[in-house]
Structure formats: structure tokens, C-alpha cells
Antibody
């Protein structure tokens, strides 16, 4: 069964940093775009960032540009999100998601992890 | 691209149909002539799950009471007969233009 398992969430002070990880299993990770989507408590879904198969293209929502970095290690079937200069408004469940079209993402989001909670608070 | 869903709250009687509208501020037709408008269901306490991709293509395991239609800027998700397991929040999302954008979500509840 295909799986995405996130880890690395937790409580961090404003201005702090956190690195989220996601491990994929039972599908060919290296051929898929990958995505981070977040959901603030009681709110809707927000796309955060995408990365293509060979890490040559990264795209971010404006609110995290310059603060967050998406990366991947295909040898380890792993996706990462380095989050710096964290703000209270970054508090959310962060989902690791597969975006399956090989030619581009297109928000097709066919596989989702269970999510990891990030809380930014003093 | 701004995605606007309506209604935001949808109380439905079991066995009755339901319809959710999703409108985009720009055409979602991509240069390859595909329309990258997808629908997701999020049941209480669960991760989202894709129901339909490219407007009307139903995912494996999704009951055929779910259907999608529309073109350009105007799209609709329909449930022909609502069942108890359909309770949750429904989102549309466009993948035609960066940044990807979701609708606000429509909460379906049983009357």
C-alpha cells in the first residue's frame, strides 16, 4: 500500500526553525513531483510548495518565499521542508502530498500523508 | 487565481442530491487544452482524499454517485444521493496556474 509518513512537527517559538520530513513507500518516488500542503486549525487547505523530480524546479506560495525551502532525496525516498523565521500564522498541520503527473504538478494530489502539526507560539 | 466555492455550508437530507459550485477568477484551461480542476473530500479527523481530477474523472474507489462537470471558470461537484459517509468538507483546487489555489471549502452535513 502506498504511504507517505511525515515527521518533525512540534512546538517552536516565533522566529525559530523546524525541519519536516516525509518518507514515501510503495511507489516510485523519484518520478513524482512532491508537495507540501498545510491546514491551519479549523481552516481550509493551503498549498505551500512543490518540487519536481530532479529538484531543478521549486515553487512556493508568496507567504513562505525566502523562509521555507523544499527539498528531496530520491535515494532515501524522502521529502523535506526546512522552515525558518517561523511566525504564528505558520501554525498548521503540514501534509506531504504526491502530485503525480510527470510533466508537471497540476495539483492532482493523489496520495496524502497523515500530517504533522507545527505550532508556533511563545 | 481565486477559487470561490458555494455554498460554504450544505445541510442535506439522506438520500437527497447535493451540489457544490466552484468558480475561478480566470479560465483554468491550460496550454495543453486540459483543465486542471480537482475535487477533494476531507472527512472529520482525516487527511484529504481526491475524488475527481481534471474536472470529471472519478478516482478509483470513489462511488459513482459523485460526478463533476464544468468548463472554463465554472465547475460543479454533484452527489446524486447523499449517504452518511459523505459528511465532511469538500474542496476544489486549481493546478493550471502557479500558485495552486484551493476553494474555501464546503461543509456537508446531514439534516
Amino acid at each position: 500500500e502506498v504511504h507517505l509518513v511525515e515527521s518533525g512537527g512540534g512546538l517552536v517559538q516565533p522566529g525559530g526553525s523546524l525541519r519536516l520530513s516525509c518518507v514515501a513507500s510503495a511507489f516510485t518516488f523519484s518520478t513524482s513531483w512532491m508537495t507540501w500542503v498545510r491546514q491551519a486549525p479549523g481552516k481550509g487547505l493551503e498549498w505551500v510548495a512543490n518540487i519536481n523530480q530532479d529538484s531543478s524546479k521549486e515553487v512556493y506560495v508568496d507567504s513562505v518565499k525566502g523562509r521555507f525551502t523544499i527539498s528531496r532525496d530520491n535515494a532515501k525516498n524522502s521529502l523535506y521542508l526546512q522552515m525558518n523565521s517561523l511566525r504564528a500564522e505558520d501554525t498548521a498541520v503540514y501534509y506531504c502530498v504526491r502530485d503525480p503527473y510527470s510533466s508537471g504538478g497540476y495539483a492532482a494530489f493523489d496520495i496524502w500523508g497523515q500530517g504533522t502539526m507545527v505550532t508556533v507560539s511563545s | 487565481v481565486v477559487m470561490t466555492q458555494s455554498p460554504l455550508s450544505l445541510p442535506v437530507t439522506l438520500g437527497q442530491p447535493a451540489s457544490i459550485s466552484c468558480r475561478s477568477s480566470e479560465s483554468l484551461v491550460y496550454k495543453d487544452e486540459n483543465t486542471y480542476l480537482n475535487w477533494f473530500q476531507q472527512r472529520p479527523g482525516q487527511s484529504p482524499r481526491r475524488l475527481l481530477f481534471k474536472v470529471s474523472n472519478r478516482d478509483s474507489g470513489v462511488p459513482d454517485r459523485f460526478s463533476g462537470s464544468g468548463s472554463g471558470t465554472d465547475f460543479t461537484l454533484k452527489i446524486s444521493r447523499v449517504e452518511a459517509e459523505d459528511v465532511g468538507v469538500y474542496y476544489c483546487v486549481q493546478g493550471t496556474k502557479w500558485p495552486y489555489t484551493f476553494g474555501q471549502g464546503t461543509t456537508l452535513e446531514i439534516k
